[in-house]
């Protein structure tokens, strides 16, 4: 079924939500952005609870009005979402101390998932799987690279860092990435 919201921007929806405090319109952004959070938040904690409650907990920040989003051209809702989550994490790894290791297994393996497609080709398990090994800040690049479809100036607001770095840590972390995929047996040229 289609959702009676299908086609307004998240800015709009958001907009709505705070001004009306309809518990639909943040169920809505919490549909479409829910998962994807947790993937990416579940790749900075290494913790699949941790990364939901962080999810819960950055949703329950924008509900809460506390903060407010304005609309600008270098930042999306998205983007906003996902820099409060960052934050979050970054607070929770200070306070653990957590590194980073693997992704779940069952994390790619789980059918439930809304982006269970993004899985549905064995490469690009094997990608996200790869993505495990190498550099944490060449790993968030490359995952809202490729993963979450945002544009360099998107990321660079998500980690807080000038769009060069961006430029140069997509450079490096795609050829840490290409140097695990080939020690795994990829051929050149499959990515």
């Known amino acids: 079924m289609t959702s009676p919201y299908h086609g307004l921007a998240d800015e709009i929806i958001y907009s709505r939500f705070l001004k009306e405090q309809d518990e639909t319109l943040l ?28 999810m819960l907990d950055s ?3 924008i509900a809460s009005g506390t903060v407010h989003y304005t609309v600008r051209k270098d930042s999306t809702f ?25 992704i ?12 269970s497609e993004v899985f549905d080709k064995e490469e690009r398990k094997e990608l996200y799987k790869a993505l495990s090994e190498i550099n944490k800040d060449y790993r968030q690049v490359l995952y ?43 051929r050149e040229g499959r990515y």
Request: proline share 2%; net charge positive; hydrophobic share 45%.
């Open 27 to 54: 169920a809505e952004l919490l549909d479409r952005h829910g998962q994807s959070l947790v993937l990416f938040l579940n790749g900075m904690v290494q913790n699949m609870e941790d990364a939901e409650e962080l």
């Open 59 to 61: 949703f329950a920040v």
């Open 78 to 102: 998205k983007t906003w979402l996902f820099a409060i989550a960052r934050n979050k994490a970054k607070m929770l790894l200070r306070k653990r101390k957590f590194v980073f290791t693997s």
């Open 104 to 115: 779940d297994e069952e994390v790619l393996a789980d059918k439930n998932l809304p982006e």
């Open 144 to 186: 809202l690279t490729y993963f979450e479809d945002m544009k360099p100036e998107e990321i660079a607001r998500v980690l807080n860092k000038s769009i060069k770095q961006i430029y140069n840590l997509t450079a490096r972390g795609r050829e840490a990435l290409k140097t695990v995929l080939l020690r795994n047996g990829f």
